[in-house]
């Protein structure tokens, strides 16, 4: 069974301040999807990294795939009200099951004014 | 924009009564999935479905049943409501003709069964 370990499980940071949240694994992954989900609504996906290595920007966050696939990091530069939530990675094993994603169980931020 | 939607936003219902949750996808799917989200347990999947009238058990399908008789429409259903399946449900589909299998959430049902 593969297993996503998210850490820290919460935080609670000033408005801008930077932060990194880490997405572990010892399997190997095909493809890693980040989250974010308000309180009350569904998961809303963020990005997709594919390849190992890969780095992807998405204004204010920046998402890095590890050479190895099997972790990533989320960092969110200058932090804001609205970056608050649950961030969720989810990774795809690979070999015609992609469809099964196999979800870490978040990291809880809240970003304090 | 791929749009998946949920009957109901909330849902109270009393133990033993059979309860539905639908959710309807609008970008031609072929995969739909059902998942319960819970407190320090994240969310775990109940079925899934990767075509219409096939269906596969996910890690907790006890006490649930599913059905897909259309492509665009995924059923969950409770068949004797127990306060144990108080919790928030998630519907999510995503496509298989894509390299990377993205899934696509609704904005959930929150249940709770008393």
């Known amino acids: 069974t593969q297993l996503l370990e998210q850490s820290p499980q919460f935080l609670s940071i000033q408005e801008g301040e930077n932060l990194t949240v880490y997405c572990n694994s010892s399997?190997?992954?095909?493809?890693l999807q980040w989250y974010r989900q308000e309180p009350g609504e569904g998961p809303v996906l963020l990005v997709t990294?594919?390849?190992?290595?890969e780095v992807k920007k998405l204004k204010r966050l920046t998402f890095q795939f590890g050479d190895a696939r099997k972790d990533s990091s989320l960092h969110i530069t200058a932090a804001q009200p609205g970056d608050t939530g649950l961030y969720l990675c989810a990774g795809a094993p690979g070999g015609g099951s992609n469809y099964k994603l196999t979800f870490g169980k978040g990291t809880l931020l809240t970003v304090n004014p | 924009d791929v749009k998946v939607t949920q009957s109901s936003r909330y849902l109270v219902k009393r133990t033993g009564e059979k309860v539905f949750l639908e959710c309807v996808q609008d970008m031609d799917h072929e995969n739909m999935f059902w998942y319960r989200q819970d407190p320090g347990l994240g969310l775990r999947l109940i079925y899934f479905s990767y075509d219409v009238k096939m269906k596969e058990k996910g890690d907790i399908p006890e006490g649930y049943s599913v059905s897909r008789e259309k492509k665009e429409r995924f059923s969950l259903i409770l068949e004797s409501a127990s306060t144990n399946q108080t919790s928030m449900y998630l519907c999510a589909s995503s496509s298989s003709r894509d390299r990377v299998d993205e899934q696509y959430f609704g904005p959930g049902t929150r249940l709770t069964v008393t």
């Open positions: 990294v594919v390849t190992g290595g």
């Open positions: 399997s190997v992954f095909s493809s």
